[in-house]
């Protein structure tokens, strides 16, 4: 899967769960400033990223993780 | 409405506010919102098979996300809250106090369709599939919750929790909170979406439902109760304050009663007992005599156990002529925890149209059933003080006391 193709299956992960526009999924919005996500919607995303892309996220990972793009990052490291 | 009972009743130091009811909200089989539902249960005729709420649209009082974290019990609970207090005047006109303005609205199951997407979640994908939402979707509090929250109302805000007597019972703890002092003005009455495939099964194998799929209260051929889904909502607020701006209102709350029989999970006590001291109760918490009743609004289920102890519980408290007696459960299914809060607005309709619904599917009365039942025609009718019963499994009695105000 390239970077891209990993993105979009990323976006719709996040625009499905967090019910935002496609557009609103940009590399620097912050989840809570810009999407109106608390830690029980982050929750939810990892929990369908992980099934999306047959991943597995420890809770304790989630630390620190502010923006889509930290969020994409962690992603693509589990894809190795 | 009563703050005393015993000695301390007659000290004079209590003195009860008086109850107005000022907003009506529904969500029915027949339609959203009051005008649609006083149609559709004045008859002829009625939906057929289970009462599903069709055509209903959450995202009309929830945004996208809000809607996908909430059960439909909520949504139904919200619709109907939204319904009552724009009825009421809408927020600015009613400009109450926060910390003295609460929600008391009860369900029988919550939910339990998210219960059963998760449990499916649970079995296909394991643990780390359960919604991080579940416990806040399907707590049976969250519908209430989710209506303070949207009206920004800090009273007591709470659920309870009684099977088919739910809403009723809601109603009543939330007159006396107004009757009280306590709170100026509620949201109360009572949601339900039980509809899914394990609540359907669960409630047909323990043989309540209609194996015809015809609701016809005190039938000599009722079969069991037809299930729906819904709310049905009341704003009360203090009479003398919905005066002074000027509320319309459509009634006001006199008394109500809760006991329980006993007895057995599912089956009514013999003869109505329950039933017939709950009425008493609530009777006298309204300061009335039976002879000054003017209707009764049945819990009138269809069920063959139901109907007969309610029946005898009505002729033992207003004799075989006592006032006329309807269940609009004929129209609207039985809504289980949101049947008596749908029940208070189809009463606050009948005072407001000066009219009794018909009990829709009654065709041939059980002889041994003896109460005065209106059926075929709606019911032309000089309003007076209602009595409207919910009875729930548990041997739950629910009982409020609803009369026209003079104006």
Redesign the interface.
């Known amino acids: 899967m390239d970077h891209a193709e990993a993105f979009e299956k990323f976006k719709t992960c996040t625009v499905e769960v967090l019910q935002v526009s496609p557009e609103q999924v940009t590399m620097s919005a912050r989840f809570s400033d810009d999407l109106d996500a608390d830690s029980l919607d982050l929750v939810e995303l990892v929990m369908a990223l992980e099934e999306a892309f047959d991943i597995s996220v420890d809770e304790s990972e989630l630390e620190g993780v502010e923006t889509i793009e930290q969020a994409f990052v962690l992603v693509q490291a589990k894809l190795g | 409405m009563k703050l005393s009972w015993g000695p301390s009743a007659e000290s004079g130091r209590l003195e009860p506010r008086r109850v107005a009811i000022t907003g009506l909200g529904v969500v029915s089989c027949v339609g959203l919102g009051k005008d649609a539902f006083w149609k559709g249960i004045l008859g002829p005729g009625a939906p057929e098979g289970i009462r599903r709420v069709e055509n209903f649209d959450p995202l009309v009082w929830f945004?996208?996300?809000e809607a996908?974290r909430a059960d439909r019990f909520t949504h139904f609970g919200l619709a109907a809250s939204q319904m009552a207090l724009d009825d009421a005047g809408g927020l600015e006109a009613i400009a109450c106090d926060p910390d003295k303005s609460g929600v008391i609205l009860g369900t029988g199951v919550g939910g339990l369709e998210t219960l059963e997407q998760q449990l499916n979640n649970l079995r296909d994908?394991g643990p780390?599939?359960v919604?991080?939402?579940l416990v806040p979707m399907m707590m049976a509090n969250r519908a209430a919750a989710t209506v303070s929250m949207t009206f920004g109302w800090k009273g007591p805000c709470e659920s309870v929790v009684t099977a088919c007597a739910a809403a009723n019972q809601s109603i009543g703890y939330a007159a006396r909170l107004v009757a009280s002092g306590r709170c100026e003005v509620m949201i109360t009455g009572g949601t339900e979406a039980p509809l899914t495939k394990i609540g359907l099964a669960a409630f047909t194998n323990m043989t309540a439902l209609s194996t015809s799929g015809f609701s016809r209260p005190f039938d000599i051929e009722r079969d069991g109760f037809v299930i729906a889904e819904g709310a049905g909502v009341l704003l009360i607020e203090d009479l003398e304050r919905a005066r002074a701006r000027g509320a319309k209102i459509y009634g006001e709350i006199l008394g109500s009663a809760s006991t329980a029989d006993a007895y057995h999970i599912t089956a009514p006590s013999p003869g109505g007992s329950g039933a017939a001291t709950c009425m008493e109760l609530a009777l006298e918490d309204a300061g009335l005599n039976p002879d000054q009743i003017a209707h009764v609004n049945a819990h009138g289920t269809s069920t063959p156990l139901n109907d007969l102890a309610e029946a005898e519980a009505i002729e033992k408290v207003f004799g075989s002529t006592g006032p006329p007696v309807t269940s609009i459960k004929g129209v609207t299914g039985h809504s289980t925890g949101a049947a008596g809060g749908v029940e208070a607005v189809s009463v606050a309709l009948s005072i407001e149209n000066r009219l009794i619904p018909p009990t829709v599917g009654l065709i041939n009365q059980d002889p041994e059933i003896r109460i005065n039942i209106v059926k075929d025609e709606p019911m032309p009718w000089e309003p007076g003080p209602v009595i409207s019963n919910s009875f729930g499994f548990g041997g739950h009695n629910s009982c409020i006391v609803i009369a026209p105000v003079e104006s």
């Open positions: 945004t996208p996300k996908r994908g780390r599939r919604s991080p939402f």
